[in-house]
């Protein structure tokens, strides 16, 4: 069941609905960071190219996988391209 927030970004009132586990790794992520939630959901949202809680599941996994998808820009890792005459 997703669970929804809101937040106050860039002055505009904003709603996001995660999963609890997304939640409560980015409460993680914030604290380690020193930062409230809302200070790094406003981070990652002027990052994003996408839709807010794309970004947000994104930069968990990123934060997983030891910021190393963050190191291709706030979108994540590069896409990853199909070997010459392998299908898709």
Known sequence: MLKKRS????????SVALEPEFWSALERIAAARGLPLARLVAGIDAGKRGGLASALRVHV????DGGGAQKNGPRGAKPVRPKSGENV
């Open 7 to 14: 937040f106050t970004i860039a002055r505009h009132r904003t």
């Open 61 to 64: 996994l990123a934060a997983l």
